[in-house]
Structures are given as C-alpha cells and as structure tokens.
C-alpha cells in the first residue's frame, strides 16, 4: 500500500541542494541558504572533451576546490563533487583515478557517479565518502535504485521524466536516499540517454526565449513516405521543463532527502537567487505557513526574472507554457499560444539578437 | 552470423517469422507503453517457436508500473526454458537473477556510446592534429571498453551485447570480443536520444501514454535542421539518425559479430519478409 504524498509532509525537510562553479559562488549560495552544494572541478587533462558542458562550468582548479570545500565546511554545508563522465574507458583511468584522488583529499563530502565503471574505480581507490548515483543511470524504478543501493551507492538522483505518485512510490521501496531535481533546465529528452551534446554552435544562440538546448531548436518536420512536402517547422523535440515551485508541497510529501537545482553552468546570481527562493518556500511548507507559501509563489512568477538578464518572467518563460516539472507526460508547451507581454517581448530580444 | 529481426508489433512479427532470418526478438527496445500483453506475449512466442525460430524477449527503460509487468513476463518466460532476454533498465537488471532459465543480454540503452551523437564534429574548439586523435580515442569508445565494467557484467552472466553500426567505433568493439562479448549489431538506426515525453505522440496530438493509439507502428517523421546541418528521424519516443553501411563495414562486421539485428521500423520502411530478406541478402552478399 503506498501512502499519499501528503503522509509524509512532516517526516523530514529535504535538503537543498545548490550547483556552484566558484568560490564566489559558494559563498552566495550558502548566504541564500543552501544545504549542500555540488560542483565539477576542471579535468586539465580532459580540457577539450565536452558533451554537455564547457569547462566553464566547473571550477578552475584543484586549490579552489580547496577553498571551497573550507568555506562549506565552516558554515556546516557538505560539498558533492560531480565525476563529469557518464561512461569510463581504460584509457581514461589514470586521468580520473587522480582527479578524484585530488578532490577528495581537498575533503569533498560526496561524489555524484554517472558510470558503473566509475563507481568500480572509485570502491578500488578506497575512498570513503558518500557515494550519490546521477540521473546517468536513468533510475525511474524502485528496483533499479535498490540495485544501486546493493552496489554500494547511498543517494539516487531520479530521472526527471517521472510523475509525483512515481517518485512517491520509489521512496518508500527504496532502501537509500532518493533526491529529486526541483529547478532548471529539465531535460526535454531522458539525461542519461541522449547523445544530443551542447557542443555550442551559433544556432543554439538563437533559440526562443532563452532556451539554448538543441532539443529546443525548430525543426522541419516532413513525413518519411513524402520528403519534398514540409509539415511544420517546429521544435517537434522541445519538451523542456524548468520549475516545481507549485509542487513543492506535493513534493516534500513524498519523502525525498533533497532538492537538487540544475545550474553548474547558470550564472552565479542565478545561483543565488533560485537558492534563496527555494530555501524561503521549503521553510514557508516545513513551518505550516502554506498560505503565506502560496502567496510567495503567485507574486514569484509574476516578478521573478527567469533568467537574468532575460526580459521574461518565469510566468511567461514557464508558467504559461506549462513547463512544470513532474507534469503530464504528453504536454505539448510549443502548442500553446503566447500571451501578449510575452509575444511582445520575443520580437524585442528578436531585434536584439539580430542586431 | 545470426540475424535477427526486432519487433513489438504482432504482425510484423508475423513478417518476421516468415523470413529468412535466425530469430525474432519481441517487445519494445524504447517505450514501456508497448510492452505486450501477457497473453500477447505467450502468442508471440508460440509463433515464433513453433516456426522453428529462436525467441529473444526484449525490455526497454521502465518505471515502477512497467518493472511490475516486466516481472510478469519474466516469471512466464522462465517456465518456457532458456530464453535470452535484452535488457535496457537497472531495475530488469536487478530482477533477472531471480529467473535461473532466462539469460540477460546487455541492450543499447545500458551501454554508452559518445559516437551515437549526430553533430559533424567532436569538438567545438578547432584544435591540432594530436589533440583531435586524443579526443577520437576517448570518442569513439563504449563504457564497456573498462575491464572492471566488463567484469563487473560478466560477473552476472552476461555474454551478449548490444552496440551501434558505428565504424569509428569498430576497432574498439573488437576489444570487446577479445574480452569474450558477443556483439549483437544493429543495423540502419542509430537512436540519438529517448523521451519520456514522447515527441511523435505530442506532435500527433496524443493525450496520455495510457491512451495512445501507437502511431509509432506505422509512421514516422524526418526533422530537418539546417544550422545543425542534420536529418534525424522521429519514431515514437525515439530520435534517430541512420547509418551508412558499407560493403567493407559488412564484411568486415560479418567476421565479428555474432548477430545482426534488422529492427521492423517505418523510419526505414521495413515492414515486411521482402524488406527483411532483401537486406539479409545484401549483408551476405
């Protein structure tokens, strides 16, 4: 029998947990009141293999991880190292064995692991810390998080592509911590599975409204049995999602141990700001105010600018398409007509871009 | 050389069954929504037994309600003896150990593959010649290619796995067979990525996964982007690009891999025996 969401409300406050990419960043996020952060820390050796993001994202060097990590630590905030690779191969063993060996001796909490190679490596290096299994491994089942669990892990990040009464059911069958994304850029397709690196090519600057994935360029659909006649042109992939804040109550309920924000590569105001407004709504729920909680989230979306320095607010980035989170799988967000202010705005930045 | 044709749909396996090939592996590779019936799965392998082919169960990525039938189908299967099973989730991973008689394949959605990408280049940064090799070799690898992950797998028996047409990635599929692998070979349709939030069933106007009519079985779509210089094909939950198969990738293939696995897909418009065994006929030519 699998308990309503809502059972679980009071049985704990998940902890919230921030992306950095600096040492500034650190200090911002934890002010905005983090739980834990995580980060990836540049692999010198790997310098020019991107998938999904550039080296900018992660933090230059090994001695400002070591700042980091001090400065965490001090105020009672762990630090989760991300192990960039969602796959390993021999010849990349020696780079990755010392990389790791590197963080963890600047004393990260954690390691967040894509690759059941990785995790081998890491079990064979002795290290002792807490081992957090990625969205890589696409578990969307209670069975494939207590097989991670057997392997050793003692966190699983869920798939994003999963509804609350899913991942409701997981935490109750699972025998480790189970956390959740909350916020960001949530994939239109499966993390683990898709091969659509973001290699930065000029086109993914023009996207609309800001969003910057190729799943969320335009494309020109045509039928397989008639290719001289196009359907539509249109971003057929973009299934993009980007906030829970109007699930979070439902989500507290289901028991996860925490809110993960998308954003090593978001600029470092970002950060802090997305911290800050969780941090205030999880602690408005955990104390009963859920009125004052509402009213919160109504006036966030009307003023909250979605990425800074977009011109759009999340209620016209996100709310009036409906790119909720956990929501109805079959959603069609390119399908819904854009309001006025935010149409209006669009042939602004339109005018802006080609300028 | 083995050829097997991979279907979820019972009248293609139909076409299947009367074709030139070795075995049919039934059930879908991608959506949890199309796994079978419990009784169209006992059909399925009826008839394909019965035409005196092998039977090949295939699973894709499922969430808890999918994993629940899976278990379903596993208990079933086990009682029919020795039967191969491709598995595509952590959780079907999990629970194959419980069924002594059934023997777990590694599918294409647990084995990684950097090359499956469809962009031109492999990196944004224009760089030298040492660098560009550097990178090719980290490219084109599989996760498999790390002995504890290959010991790990055979560890808990398996022996056959499925990878991608690639031809950058050829040399090092042939590590893994010094390694003791198998290597099932799909061929024509590489998939680039997988929803949950399926784009041809959005795009056709479809409410709900419980609900949906399963356009997917009969049609699908090219998308066309010109800045990212691609052609991709949409079927179902999947995006794909396709492969070009050369006659020396053939024959240098037929050597190696155990299998090769032609899928019943409208992208390549192969939906019948005659498709099947036009292609049977080229890959043995």
């Known amino acids: ?355 | 050389m083995r050829v097997s044709v991979q279907t979820d749909d019972l009248n293609m396996l139909k076409e299947a069954v009367e074709s030139d090939c070795h075995a049919v592996r039934f059930g879908p590779e991608f959506c949890e929504w199309k796994i079978p019936s419990l009784d169209l799965l006992k059909e399925a392998y009826e008839l394909v037994v019965g035409e005196g082919k092998g039977f090949i169960y295939t699973t894709p990525f499922v969430s808890n309600s999918g994993i629940e039938r899976v278990r379903e189908h596993l208990t079933l299967l086990n009682q029919k003896g020795r039967i191969d099973v491709v598995i595509n989730d952590l959780g079907t991973f999990n629970i194959i150990g419980n069924y002594p008689n059934l023997r777990p394949r590694l599918g294409r959605q647990l084995v990684f593959i950097p090359a499956r990408c469809p962009w031109k280049e492999i990196t944004q940064t224009p760089v030298g010649f040492f660098e560009r090799r550097h990178l090719e070799r980290i490219f084109y690898q599989t996760s498999l290619n790390y002995t504890p992950t290959i010991r790990f797998y055979q560890k808990h028996g398996v022996e056959d796995v499925d990878v991608d047409w690639i031809p950058q990635s050829f040399p090092y599929y042939d590590s893994l067979i010094k390694h003791g692998f198998n290597l099932s070979m799909h061929l024509q349709l590489i998939p680039v990525t997988v929803t949950r939030r399926c784009h041809m069933a959005r795009f056709l106007g479809e409410r709900s996964p419980e609900s949906c009519t399963k356009p997917c079985n009969s049609q699908a779509f090219m998308l066309k982007n010109n800045l990212l210089k691609v052609e991709l094909f949409l079927n179902g939950n999947v995006i794909f690009r396709l492969t070009e198969m050369t006659q020396r990738d053939t024959e240098h293939l037929r050597k190696r891999a155990a299998e090769f696995i032609i899928s019943m897909n409208p992208a390549v418009k192969m939906n019948s025996r005659t498709r099947i065994n036009a292609l049977i006929k080229d890959l043995n030519s």
Request: aromatic share 10%; charged share 25%.
């Open chain 1, 1 to 355: 029998m699998i308990e309503s969401p809502s059972k679980n409300l009071e049985k704990r406050t998940p902890k919230l947990i921030s992306p950095i990419r600096s040492f500034e960043g650190v200090v911002r996020v934890i002010n905005a009141g983090a739980d834990k952060v995580y980060c990836g820390v540049r692999m010198p050796e790997m310098g020019h293999f991107v998938l999904y993001r550039g080296s900018y994202a992660e933090i230059p060097t090994y001695d400002e991880l070591g700042r980091v990590v001090k400065y965490a630590h001090d105020h009672g905030v762990e630090v989760l190292l991300t192990v960039n690779n969602p796959f390993m191969a021999d010849i990349m063993d020696g780079v990755t064995r010392r990389h790791i060996r590197l963080c963890v001796d600047r004393g990260v909490d954690g390691l967040i692991i894509g690759d059941l190679g990785i995790l081998s490596l890491v079990r064979d290096m002795g290290v002792d810390v807490q081992l957090y299994a990625s969205t890589y491994f696409t578990s969307m089942n209670y069975e494939a998080v207590n097989f991670l669990g057997n392997l050793g892990f003692d966190h699983a990040i869920l798939e994003r592509h999963m509804t609350i009464g899913e991942i409701s059911e997981i935490v109750q069958r699972s025998k480790i911590g189970v956390e959740v994304f909350v916020h960001g850029a949530g994939c239109s397709n499966i993390n683990g599975k898709c091969y659509l690196f973001h290699f930065h090519y000029p086109a993914l600057d023009r996207s609309v409204k800001g969003f910057c994935n190729p799943c969320n360029l335009p494309f020109e659909v045509y039928d397989v049995n008639d290719k001289e006649k196009m359907l539509e042109n249109i971003p057929a992939m973009d299934a993009l999602t980007g906030c829970s804040l109007c699930l979070l109550p439902d989500l507290i309920g289901t028991g996860v141990e925490g809110f993960k924000i998308v954003g090593r590569d978001a600029p470092t105001a970002l950060q802090e700001n997305i911290t800050r407004l969780y941090r205030e709504l999880i602690d408005l729920i955990t104390c009963g105010q859920i009125e004052a909680f509402w009213e919160r989230v109504e006036s966030t979306k009307r003023t909250f600018m979605a990425v800074p320095p977009s011109i759009f607010t999340l209620q016209e980035r996100l709310c009036e398409e409906k790119r909720c989170y956990y929501s109805p799988l079959f959603h069609t967000p390119y399908r819904i007509p854009l309001s006025l202010s935010a149409w209006t705005k669009l042939q602004f930045s339109s005018i802006m871009v080609e300028e």
